[in-house]
């Protein structure tokens, strides 16, 4: 998994918040080009980029900034079960230290802070929180026996990484399949309800179905959440283009894009723009799977 793709109004703020998170601004470009409106399916694009990275280096966000076309309307205060692309999960060590720093940046809990074990067992405290212009993160810091190493860090409030992006569905199966595809790793399966998930996201009487599946370099994880109760609400287009407001695609780093986007078309994708070529470095595209869930596809041209 290569970066996460958020379009954002404010490009500033977006930065300022995810460095206050702990993610390190890596870089800042403008692009634009007849090879970006090839990729993302629009005419006469310019994009202001910040690129972000966490600590660990495995997990990367790029903020983009539209100022031509310019960006859609989206729905800033979408719940949790709304379908789409989501949240991300952030593992810290410290979550109330955390918390109260974004909250002293405008960011607005959605529930409260639980206790909750995931699919391999490990015990977690988590929170969600809505950041500026209504970006949903969510916040876990494991619990059990710690190393002096680790009471350490968790009384500096380390961040440690990206843990999972989170994708509410309708067709659990469907969606699956298409990431099985792709060449994701199924992790686990599992149902959860219960106060304490209600608690959690803010909702009443939520029973879920969630799906975890990895990367194979094992530092990338999506979740896939199947809402039986509430029912999944949509918010805009399922076609919605690529510079609607909101957390907007997952990029990969593949060793063959035409055989991969071959292989996606076959399953029913649909590209956005083309394959284009960015210098001599890259080969890229956008594709539209089930769902309207984008992904963006990167083959490195540079050897080694």
């Not at 909101?246 to 076959?266: P, S, W």
């Given at each position: 998994?290569?970066?996460?793709?958020?379009?954002?109004?404010?490009?500033?703020?977006?930065?300022?918040?995810?460095?206050?998170?702990?993610?390190?601004?890596?870089?800042?470009?403008?692009?634009?080009?007849?090879?970006?409106?090839?990729?993302?399916?629009?005419?006469?694009?310019?994009?202001?980029?910040?690129?972000?990275?966490?600590?660990?280096?495995?997990?990367?966000?790029?903020?983009?900034?539209?100022?031509?076309?310019?960006?859609?309307?989206?729905?800033?205060?979408?719940?949790?079960?709304?379908?789409?692309?989501?949240?991300?999960?952030?593992?810290?060590?410290?979550?109330?230290?955390?918390?109260?720093?974004?909250?002293?940046?405008?960011?607005?809990?959605?529930?409260?802070?639980?206790?909750f074990k995931d699919i391999n067992g490990l015990g977690y405290r988590l929170l969600y929180l809505r950041g500026p212009e209504g970006i949903i993160i969510a916040l876990a810091e494991q619990l059990g026996k710690k190393s002096a190493t680790d009471d350490l860090k968790s009384k500096t409030s380390s961040l440690q990484r990206i843990d999972n992006t989170l994708i509410v569905v309708d067709d659990l199966e469907t969606v699956k399949a298409f990431f099985i595809e792709l060449g994701l790793e199924p992790e686990g399966e599992t149902s959860v309800e219960g106060p304490s998930v209600d608690?959690?996201?803010?909702?009443?009487?939520?029973?879920?179905?969630?799906?975890?599946?990895?990367?194979?370099?094992?530092?990338?994880?999506?979740?896939?959440?199947?809402?039986?109760?509430?029912?999944?609400?949509?918010?805009?287009?399922?076609?919605?283009?690529?510079?609607?407001?909101?957390?907007?695609?997952?990029?990969?780093?593949?060793?063959?894009?035409?055989?991969?986007?071959?292989?996606?078309?076959?399953?029913?994708?649909?590209?956005?723009?083309?394959?284009?070529?960015?210098?001599?470095?890259?080969?890229?595209?956008?594709?539209?799977?089930?769902?309207?869930?984008?992904?963006?596809?990167?083959?490195?041209?540079?050897?080694?």
């Open positions: 998994m290569d970066n996460i793709g958020i379009v954002v109004e404010d490009l500033k703020a977006a930065v300022a918040f995810f460095v206050e998170l702990g993610v390190e601004l890596e870089s800042e470009t403008t692009v634009e080009g007849q090879w970006v409106d090839r990729v993302v399916g629009l005419d006469g694009v310019r994009t202001d980029i910040a690129m972000m990275r966490s600590p660990d280096g495995h997990g990367k966000l790029e903020l983009m900034k539209f100022q031509n076309p310019i960006a859609t309307i989206s729905e800033l205060e979408a719940s949790v079960n709304s379908l789409g692309i989501r949240r991300m999960m952030f593992a810290v060590t410290n979550l109330d230290d955390v918390s109260g720093r974004l909250q002293k940046r405008g960011a607005e809990p959605i529930g409260d802070v639980v206790e608690s959690l996201i803010g909702l009443k009487n939520v029973r879920a179905t969630l799906s975890l599946l990895r990367t194979p370099d094992g530092h990338g994880r999506i979740e896939l959440d199947k809402f039986h109760t509430p029912t999944a609400i949509r918010f805009g287009s399922v076609n919605a283009p690529a510079n609607t407001p909101g957390i907007r695609r997952i990029m990969f780093a593949v060793d063959d894009i035409d055989e991969v986007v071959a292989r996606l078309l076959a399953h029913g994708s649909e590209l956005m723009g083309e394959v284009a070529q960015y210098e001599d470095t890259y080969r890229l595209c956008y594709i539209r799977g089930p769902e309207g869930i984008i992904v963006a596809l990167a083959e490195s041209l540079v050897p080694g």
